[in-house]
């Protein structure tokens, strides 16, 4: 009996040891790096986000002038208002050409249509959606290009399009290249109204 009694005692205090390893464990964990400590960082952050948002708020404006400056983009680049384009090479001061122009130069990536489609993917025994690219209505697939078109006004004043992989400078009105100053020179009125300064 005596011996029965020491075998359950050394089970009990074996037993309260590691309750009170698992005890010191949890703990530690809600203090540091378990959910605990994640949930109690969370509320940290949200905490100090709020405080931030009441003292210091997004400025509130009735108008901004990037906004309207960039619906006027937009219009005149839709309209196809009267420009001037001017095409470089990279390293070398005066553009090797300059053309009459009508409205802003179209990147050679610029697409109708989605240049991407979603299907039905495997993957190491994984299914789920991706994409992939899509043809184009031409039939060949869009890469990476420095290239762009400009449609540029000839002397007889019909339009045709100029493609170039250098660099374009286009600004919205006649101009001219100053090779004195190595630079563009607006002539006369800018070729839309563009608002300045409310």
């Known amino acids: 009996m005596k011996k029965t009694i020491q075998v359950r005692t050394k089970y009990l205090v074996l037993s309260g040891a590691m309750i009170g ?37 997004l400025p509130h404006f009735n108008y901004s002038q990037l906004r309207q400056n960039l619906k006027e983009i937009e219009t005149a680049e839709a309209n196809g ?36 489609q979603t299907t039905d993917g495997h993957y190491n025994g994984n299914y789920g959606l991706t994409t992939i690219g899509q043809m184009d209505p ?3 697939y869009t890469g990476d290009s420095t290239g762009t078109y400009v449609m540029c006004v000839g002397g007889n004043g019909k339009t045709y399009a100029s493609y170039w992989e250098g660099y374009v400078k286009t600004v919205f009105a006649n101009a001219t290249w100053d090779k004195s100053t190595h630079s563009v020179k607006v002539l006369g009125d800018p070729s839309f109204n563009f608002t300045g300064k409310k």
Request: aromatic fraction near 4%; include cysteine; hydrophobic fraction near 25%.
């Open 81 to 116: 208002v009267q420009t001037t384009t001017f095409f470089f090479n990279q390293g070398v001061q005066d553009p090797i050409d300059s053309c009459p122009s009508i409205g802003a130069p179209i990147p050679t990536t610029d697409q109708l249509s989605n240049p991407q």
């Open 138 to 140: 031409t039939g060949v």
């Open 21 to 57: 390893v698992l005890t010191l464990t949890a703990g530690a964990c809600d203090d540091g790096g378990g959910d605990g400590g994640q949930t109690k960082e969370n509320k940290q952050q949200a905490q100090s986000t709020n405080s931030l948002v009441t003292n210091q708020p």
